[in-house]
């Protein structure tokens, strides 16, 4: 079946360490995003790629860094420069397309703490 | 800028009545999207419905359809005959602009909808 693979579920670090959050997708997407959801903040974006070797900021961008080597993957690096990076985070892909109605798909999501 | 704006943190309803789910836009394009996400406990975000904006008929999928008012953008959601399981969070998203096929979309604060038995 194809999907959007997100690993760990769970991921403690400590504070001052990078981590790196994994997303891979068999759907043939050629559009990635990441989200972060906070309680009572709904979705923000972190950064998307629309193409293989490339990608643009999102709305909180700050702290995070991205790469997109290959169609399947589009790994987030959560560094030490992030403030508060404890937070539920989700991968998405979508279609290519020209017209709007093209829905994302998401993964399952990875539940990052630092302490 | 696009904006979602979802007004009501909380919603209870009584198993197998219908619930309405409020969302409004804003936007100045004249083509957009309106996509309205469920999200479990288990966290995973399932989409529910697309509307889009020259759709001339309300979007519907099964117990789910869109209360769609151009003119006081709003995309409300209409869940009929709820049932427990329909306990969740639900999001109201949206991309705008011609040609904006894969544009990130923009989301809400999203509705925690309490299904009491």
């Known amino acids: 079946d194809g999907g959007i693979t997100q690993s760990p579920k769970y991921l403690f670090r400590k504070e001052g360490q990078n981590v790196t959050l994994s997303c891979e997708q068999n759907l043939n997407h050629d559009a990635m995003y990441w989200y972060r959801q906070d309680p009572g903040q709904g979705l923000r974006l972190i950064y998307y790629?629309?193409?293989?070797?490339?990608?643009q900021k999102g709305d909180i961008a700050e702290g995070y860094s991205v790469s997109r080597e290959k169609k399947e993957s589009f790994p987030l690096t959560v560094t030490s420069a992030q403030k508060n990076p404890t937070a539920f985070y989700l991968c998405?892909?979508?279609?290519?397309?020209?017209?709007?109605?093209?829905?994302?798909?998401f993964g399952n999501g990875t539940r990052l703490t630092v302490t | 800028a696009q904006k979602i704006t979802q007004t009501q943190p909380g919603m209870f309803v009584q198993e197998k009545e219908a619930v309405t789910l409020d969302c409004t836009y804003d936007?100045?394009?004249?083509?957009?999207?309106l996509f309205w996400y469920k999200q479990p406990s288990s966290g995973e975000m399932i989409f529910l419905i697309y509307q889009g904006s020259y759709d001339e008929q309300n979007a519907t999928e099964g117990r789910y359809s869109l209360n769609f008012q151009k003119a006081r953008k709003s995309a409300n959601l209409v869940i009929s005959a709820s049932q427990l399981g329909d306990s969740a969070m639900y999001f109201c998203a949206m991309r705008s602009g011609r040609g904006s096929g894969n544009t990130p979309l923009v989301f809400g604060k999203g509705t925690r909808l309490s299904v009491i038995a």
């Open positions: 936007t100045s394009d004249q083509s957009y999207g």
């Open positions: 790629s629309q193409i293989v070797n490339d990608f």
């Open positions: 998405a892909s979508a279609r290519q397309g020209k017209t709007v109605n093209s829905p994302l798909h």
